[in-house]
Every structure is written in C-alpha cells, then in structure tokens.
C-alpha cells in the first residue's frame, strides 16, 4: 500500500508513509487505516497547540476546519505539528520533499502518523483535499495561485471533515497569518562557538482580532526547547 522510507539508525522501527502517487484507492486504504487507530473527532474545536504559540491565535489554539497561512520556517511549522501529532493526530505534509523527518520527530512529530506527498505535481490541490479527507492537520505549499472557486471547495471540505490546513505562503480565507521577524541567532563568540539558539518575534495577525498579537520566542533555545523568550516589553517592541 505504501512506500516506506526508513529514518536513521537511531530511528529505525519508525517509518513514515510516503506516496509518490495518491490514487483514489490508496487514499482509501490509508483512510481505513487512520480510521481503525484513532478518533478523527475531538470534543474541543481546538486542536492541541503548542503554549508559546496558542495565546497568540484566535480562540486560545488552532481550530479544527480553519486554514492558517505561515512564513516558510521549517522550525515554526515542525512546532505546530509537534502538538497535535504527539496527542495521537495524523498529520500530511504535501509538495515538500526537503521536509526533515528526523528534525520533524526531534522537535516531538510522531512518524508513525504521518503522510508525506513531496511530489504532487500540478495535481497539488486535488491531493492537498485527498490528503485532508483522512488527516487532522495538513501542511501544503502551493506552486502556484489558486483560484478562488478552488479555494472555496477546498474551505468546505475543511469545515465539514473538522481539518486543519498549514499553508507556506499566503493564502486567502485564512483563520490567521503567522509571521517571523527580528531572528537573531546565538552561540557565536568573537571568532568562535556554534549557533546554539535562535530567538524571533511571532506575530499573529487574524481577521477577528482588532490588532496583530506578537511575542519573542526561542526558536528554540539552547537546549532544543520551543519557549517564551522572557524579554523585557521595550525589548520586544524593538524586535516587533
């Protein structure tokens, strides 16, 4: 059914479902397979979210059947997933074949719940709505614009299967946009040491909300942790 791609050594009873070609049948199978290992419903609208991100979105986290637009962060995105991956959802990832399997499941992404696309062709749209048929989170970054008869099915087919929709780039019809800025790296001495840590500003901009919301975050810190940067309220304006 499927083709599998074996992580690193220290990994290696963990596998993740790629499909080179998404036939109709296959996603079939692999519904029936997410069916019969997990709930696709969650009592909550919400679906989990990491903390250091969820004061900053509408409604206090994520919400099932909304689309989100963010910047291309590897580590933003793999953060986003983190949560609702370890809490037993399955998560797609379509037209990204860079995507990073063992940094995915460093940061906390479990592997086997999780569908990759990374060459979906011109077809990217038809098998972003498959994918969002068996999935609770999909990730998609589109080669092109869609239309907006397009975007509009894809909407509904969102709202009636409770899917969550992560779009690198922008995107119309979006809950909210997630933006970086103010990176600033640390670990370089004068000459010497390695980067260890990376602070940004988030800011979360909504439809809803009255203004954009922005926190600094490590992204992450030194030890690999995805937290609240504890700058001063001046200091934050200044990276805003």
């Given at each position: 059914?499927?083709?599998y791609?074996?992580?690193?050594?220290?990994?290696?009873?963990?596998?993740t479902a790629v499909l080179d070609e998404p036939a109709e049948d296959t996603v079939?199978?692999?519904?029936?397979?997410?069916?019969?290992?997990?709930?696709?419903?969650?009592?909550?609208?919400?679906?989990?979210?990491?903390?250091?991100?969820?004061?900053?979105?509408?409604?206090?986290?994520?919400?099932?059947?909304?689309?989100?637009?963010?910047?291309?962060?590897?580590?933003l995105l793999m953060t986003?997933?983190?949560?609702?991956?370890?809490?037993?959802?399955?998560?797609?990832?379509?037209g990204m074949p860079e995507f990073g399997i063992e940094a995915a499941q460093h940061v906390g992404v479990?592997?086997?719940?999780?569908?990759?696309?990374?060459?979906?062709?011109?077809?990217?749209?038809a098998v972003t709505a498959a994918i969002a048929d068996v999935v609770g989170v999909v990730v998609t970054r589109p080669p092109k614009r869609a239309t907006d008869s397009s975007v509009a099915r894809l909407a509904a087919r969102l709202r009636q299967r409770g899917t969550t929709l992560l779009v690198l780039g922008p995107w119309p019809q979006t809950e909210a946009m997630l933006s970086l800025s103010g990176s600033e790296w640390h670990g370089i001495g004068e000459g010497?040491?390695?980067?260890?840590?990376?602070?940004?500003?988030?800011?979360?901009?909504?439809?809803?909300?009255?203004?954009?919301?922005?926190a600094?975050?490590?992204?992450?810190?030194a030890g690999d942790t995805v937290r609240?940067?504890?700058?001063?309220?001046?200091?934050?304006?200044?990276?805003?």
């Open positions: 059914m499927f083709e791609e074996q992580v690193s050594p220290a990994s290696s009873s963990t596998a079939a199978q692999l519904r029936a397979r997410i069916s019969s290992m997990q709930a696709k419903k969650l009592d909550s609208r919400l679906i989990p979210t990491h903390p250091a991100l969820a004061g900053l979105l509408p409604g206090g986290g994520l919400q099932q059947g909304a689309a989100y637009s963010l910047d291309s962060s590897a580590m986003l997933l983190a949560a609702p991956s370890a809490a037993g959802m399955w998560c797609g990832i379509v479990d592997l086997e719940r999780l569908v990759l696309v990374p060459h979906p062709g011109d077809q990217w749209l010497h040491g390695h980067l260890s840590a990376r602070e940004v500003t988030v800011t979360v901009t909504s439809r809803t909300a009255s203004r954009p919301r922005s600094r975050l490590w992204l992450p810190d609240r940067s504890q700058v001063r309220l001046e200091d934050q304006r200044r990276f805003a």
